[in-house]
């Protein structure tokens, strides 16, 4: 089992920067892949950025490839998303998910463990 609490979101600037953190308890966070999704209104939940148990392999969208950085301190059952150069169209709902897997799934339905998401509202 594998619990998960998102915390960083805000109101910030389009240009801004935020970071976003994803707290995790249990003792499989060095084992699981995680991700990282946003539902912006109206829209689907998307894949934001993946990475791998050991942190060797990382994924990102399209969209956010080059502004924004995944990374996780397995000793401190924590992952982070480092957001730059925010855009209004990255306004959304961010969670972090859990995949028992050695890869990160940009399926949301491969996660197994979800948090409860944290908003991020970037003004024009």
């Known amino acids: 089992q594998v619990q998960l609490a998102e915390s960083g979101g805000g109101l910030v600037q389009a240009g801004g920067s935020l970071r976003l953190s994803c707290a995790a308890s249990?003792?499989?966070?060095?084992?699981?892949?995680m991700g990282w999704f946003r539902q912006a209104p109206g829209k689907e939940r998307e894949f934001v950025a993946g990475?791998?148990?050991?942190?060797?392999?990382?994924y990102y969208a399209d969209s956010v490839k080059g502004r924004f950085t995944i990374s996780r301190e397995n000793a401190k059952n924590m992952l982070s998303l480092q957001m730059n150069s925010l855009k209004p169209e990255d306004t959304a709902v961010y969670y972090c998910?859990?995949?028992?897997?050695?890869?990160?799934?940009?399926?949301?339905?491969?996660?197994?463990?979800w948090g409860q998401g944290t908003q991020v509202t970037v003004s024009s």
């Open positions: 990475i791998s148990p050991s942190g060797s392999s990382i």
């Open positions: 249990g003792r499989t966070f060095s084992s699981v892949a």
């Open positions: 998910a859990a995949q028992r897997s050695l890869l990160p799934s940009r399926d949301e339905y491969l996660y197994d463990y």
